[in-house]
């Protein structure tokens, strides 16, 4: 075992302590209530989306895929902070399951990731009961209109693909 001197130990609680202080995420929005955030919700407006807001004050914008199926994306009113760092999540479901996700499934999903440009799977626990698989992003809350159309792009494509593969229904 290493001998832990002094001079280290207090090295090492300065840095535990620096890194608690800086590292207090904070979610923007949340006691606002379900209003929508009015810098996303001018983006969709400039891009000519029509959508609609949820009771949690999120947005939800339907998509017809040239293939003949659709898509939901939602995007957060919500905004996290870290630091300097304020983001909001764009995500689209791409199945639900009512067990936990097999070890060979969930292994799939992380080994997808790796390629992503932007985004990743992830599961969620729903109130109902049963998972969530999602395909989500997390972009500057700031970011221009041009940034959240490419953004929402990737996460549509993805997930309607991935919902085809692993379902072939068209159910979100």
């Not at 979610?27 to 929508?36: D, S, V, Y």
């Not at 939602?74 to 479901?93: C, D, M, Q, V």
Request: net charge positive; proline share 2%.
């Amino acid at each position: 075992m290493k001998n832990i001197t002094l001079k280290y130990l207090v090295r090492m609680i300065a840095v535990v302590a620096v890194f608690s202080m800086g590292a207090s995420v904070q979610q923007a929005g949340a006691a606002a209530g379900a209003k929508p955030d009015p810098r996303a919700e001018n983006a969709l407006k400039k891009m000519g989306y029509k959508y609609a807001v949820t009771s949690l004050g999120n947005f939800r914008i339907s998509f017809n895929l040239d293939d003949g199926r659709g898509h939901l994306v939602f995007i957060s009113s919500s905004t996290e902070k870290f630091g300097s760092l304020e983001t909001r999540k764009i995500w689209a479901t791409v199945m639900n399951s009512k067990e936990p996700l097999s070890q060979e499934l969930a292994n799939k999903l992380l080994m997808d990731n790796i390629p992503m440009k932007l985004g990743a799977y992830e599961l969620t626990r729903v109130d109902e009961g049963g998972y969530k698989i999602q395909f989500a992003a997390r972009v500057d809350a700031g970011c221009s209109s041009d940034a959240l159309k490419d953004a929402m792009r990737i996460i549509l494509i993805t997930a309607d693909g991935k919902e085809k593969e692993l379902t072939n229904a068209d159910e979100f």
